[in-house]
């Protein structure tokens, strides 16, 4: 079957729709890889609604939803310096996350947000795009490679109380 896509930017009013598909898309990427206790800490922490309305707000940063058949498939976060988490070029575009929700995975809906990212960086005269992916997520590096990403560094991700290591890569645009 072949899905009807639209984008939309996310607003203020989008806040408990965001807050509960970032609930939804990060415990079913990575719940299996931590424990319950660090799990829980990372959500609540990084996914309430205070921090995400600070996020939402923030016009360094973007947010954009996917809707595949009017369904909400997944949503993509990007940042501009000074509000990256890290490298703060500005020259560059960090795509902080991209989630597609389970029931869509296998569509192809990681490419369209990736593109997504790649036309805003362009429409920016960005020179790259850049991301941090944690060193254990296979199939998310994987598919950053393919995608012409490559690694140029490393930083520290804290998941609860476990410090994990994140692979920064690069994409020249």
């Known amino acids: ?3 009807n896509l639209t984008f939309r930017q996310c607003i203020p009013d989008d806040i408990h729709t965001l807050c509960n598909f970032s609930y939804k898309t990060y415990n079913e990427t990575f719940a299996h890889m931590n424990t319950p206790s660090n799990m829980k800490a990372y959500l609540e922490q990084s ?5 995400l309305y600070g ?5 360094n940063s973007l947010f ?8 909400l498939a997944g949503y993509l976060k990007l940042n501009e310096a000074p509000s990256q988490t890290d490298i703060n070029n500005m020259q560059s575009l960090e795509i902080e996350r991209i989630y597609v929700a389970k ?12 593109n997504k990212a790649i036309d805003i960086a362009n429409a920016r005269k960005k020179l790259y795009v850049w991301l ?3 060193e254990r997520n296979d199939r998310a590096i994987l598919f950053y490679k393919k995608n012409g990403f490559y690694e140029i ?5 804290f998941m609860g109380e476990e410090e994990q290591t994140d692979f920064v890569m690069r994409k020249n645009l």
């Not at 996020?55 to 016009?59: G, K």
């Not at 954009?64 to 369904?71: D, I, R, S, V």
């Not at 029931?103 to 990736?114: A, D, I, K, P, S």
């Open 64 to 71: 954009y939803f996917l809707y595949a058949n009017g369904e």
């Open 47 to 51: 996914f309430n609604i205070s921090k």
């Open 55 to 59: 996020e939402l707000s923030n016009s």
């Open 153 to 157: 560094g490393t930083h520290s991700f």
């Open 103 to 114: 029931e869509f995975q296998g569509e192809g809906l990681g490419n369209v947000l990736m």
């Open 1 to 3: 079957m072949k899905l």
């Open 132 to 134: 941090g992916v944690w």
